[in-house]
């Protein structure tokens, strides 16, 4: 199962993911995880939230420029070498991670690893047929 990760395209001005993170707070969402990568002239902002399509909708009305994004989220014991396992898996298995970011919000002793895979469904079987736990929300 994937679940829904929404990018946000911000221009890379001082305050900007200020903004976002008081849009959603204004309208009562958790972020549930984070991520961000930029560039000179803009960052991408990933966020997982708690109510997905209001965040969506909340951030549209302000005029942010917005993407939905399957992404797998997979739940690894927290501790060392627990993410290197899953990508041993993938390797074997050719999958290409075209990013990846992590949250602690799960379980105690859990960690929610967020993939966005070349090959989703491909990737989902692997996840299945290895036993991987896959985390639906969190």
Do not use: W
């Not at 939230?49 to 399957?70: C, S």
């Not at 002793?109 to 070349?118: P, R, S, T, Y």
């Amino acid at each position: 199962m994937q679940i829904k990760q929404i990018s946000v395209f911000l221009e890379n001005n001082a305050g900007r993911l200020g903004e976002v993170t008081k849009v959603l707070a204004e309208a009562n969402i958790n972020i549930r995880a984070i991520s961000i990568a930029d560039t000179a002239d803009f960052g991408i902002l990933r966020i997982i939230a708690d109510k997905n399509l209001e965040a969506l909708k909340a951030l549209n009305d302000e005029g942010f420029t917005t993407r939905i994004t399957d992404v797998v989220a997979v739940e690894i014991e927290d501790k060392p070498g627990s993410l290197a396992h899953v990508m041993e898996i993938f390797q074997k298995e050719s999958v290409n991670i075209e990013y990846l970011y992590a949250s602690l919000e799960g379980k105690e002793g859990k960690a929610v690893v967020i993939f966005k895979l070349e090959d989703a469904d491909k990737g989902l079987k692997i996840v299945d047929a290895n036993g991987l736990s896959m985390v639906e929300k969190f």
